[in-house]
């Protein structure tokens, strides 16, 4: 999911995704953010600044957008899941 607009924006969204232990809690969902060899948000961060000229100022409110919006699709797919369906919207059964 990326945007056509403030380039923090996409870079705020990849920071959730690896690490969502952080979101949920331990135990709760694999975490390839702890995988040997994964940039940590800081390398991550550090590595767009070293290719983008964009200002970052409002990254922080870009960080709760991105987190609001893995949080409702995670949701979604729990639901899904509890109702027999796949994420897909297809009944398990098929």
């Known amino acids: 999911m990326t945007?056509?607009?403030n380039p923090a924006s996409d870079l705020a969204l990849m920071l959730p995704y690896p690490r969502p232990t952080r979101l949920v809690g331990a135990g709760v969902a694999p975490d390839a953010g702890l995988a040997?060899?994964?940039p940590s948000e800081a390398e991550i961060i550090a590595r767009h600044d070293a290719r983008s000229v964009s200002d970052r100022s409002d990254l922080c409110f870009y960080l709760c957008l991105a987190a609001f919006k893995v949080a409702a699709?995670?949701?979604w797919h729990a639901r899904?899941?509890?109702a027999g369906r796949r994420p897909t919207g297809r009944s398990a059964s098929t």
């Open 80 to 82: 899904s899941r509890g």
């Open 36 to 38: 040997p060899g994964f």
């Open 73 to 75: 699709i995670r949701r």
């Open 3 to 5: 945007t056509l607009g």
